[in-house]
């Protein structure tokens, strides 16, 4: 079955450290990849996305994600996180190439930023 | 512009008790679908309407599910007969054409099952 993993389920950071959120998928054909965020009381946003051309992928609020197809890796990055930054990440997989349009989900990481 | 809307926010019903579910998607967007969330876990994928074509219900997870989309906009999640372990919280998402798994969420429908 096709699967999404995130491998930190929960993250505590300083404000000003740095930020890597793992992600990895099964698939082995053609994806498009997202990275979702859910801050507190808000709705689920994208956050960034990638279809095609350069691997590495700018987001908002600084975020960034670079996609190693070798590795079937869709990490997400951050130089310096702010406190605003706590919230809920989601990875998602969509596998083009089996004709899907329905993209799976991991199971979230919980980031939690201290001022 | 307007997003997604789902109704209602909030529902607490009896074990046994149907509930219905609403969403209204962004106008224009093709594809709707219908995630759960369950505390700690992920989203499950439910149900995905695309257009006119039969909807994909490979992920509901019992006969008690079921989901219509009318007139290609407005949808509808009902749950007969509920149980405790369908408590969640119940995302819409709608879907522009041409851009495969680009979701955009409402706030949810948190259901609780007493």
């Known amino acids: 079955a096709q699967s999404v993993s995130q491998h930190n389920h929960h993250v505590i950071l300083s404000e000003a450290a740095s930020l890597e959120l793992g992600c990895n998928y099964s698939y082995g054909g053609t994806v498009n990849l997202f990275w979702y965020v859910q801050y507190p009381g808000q709705h689920l946003q994208l956050l960034l996305k990638?279809?095609?051309?350069?691997?590495l992928v700018k987001g908002i609020k600084g975020f960034e994600a670079e996609f190693i197809k070798s590795k079937f890796s869709f990490n997400l990055r951050k130089p310096s996180v702010q406190w605003s930054d706590t919230a809920e990440y989601f990875c998602?997989?969509?596998?083009?190439?089996?004709?899907?349009?329905?993209?799976?989900f991991g199971r979230g990481t919980s980031l939690i930023v201290h001022p | 512009g307007a997003g997604v809307s789902q109704s209602p926010s909030n529902k607490v019903t009896e074990k046994g008790k149907d509930v219905e579910l609403r969403c209204d998607p962004i106008?224009?967007?093709?594809?709707l679908y219908w995630y759960r969330q369950s505390l700690g876990q992920g989203l499950e994928f439910l149900i995905y309407?695309?257009?006119?074509?039969?909807?994909?219900k490979s992920g509901l997870p019992s006969d008690r599910f079921s989901a219509e989309r009318t007139g290609g906009s407005v949808s509808t999640l009902t749950i007969q007969r509920t149980q405790q372990e369908d408590s969640a919280v119940y995302l819409c998402?709608?879907?522009?054409?041409?851009?495969?798994?680009?979701?955009?969420f409402g706030e949810g429908s948190r259901l609780t099952v007493l």
């Open positions: 990638y279809f095609s051309g350069d691997p």
């Open positions: 106008s224009g967007h093709t594809a």
């Open positions: 998402a709608s879907s522009p054409s041409g851009r495969p798994g680009e979701l955009f």
């Open positions: 998602a997989v969509n596998d083009i190439s089996g004709g899907s349009y329905i993209p799976t």
């Open positions: 309407f695309q257009g006119n074509s039969a909807p994909d």
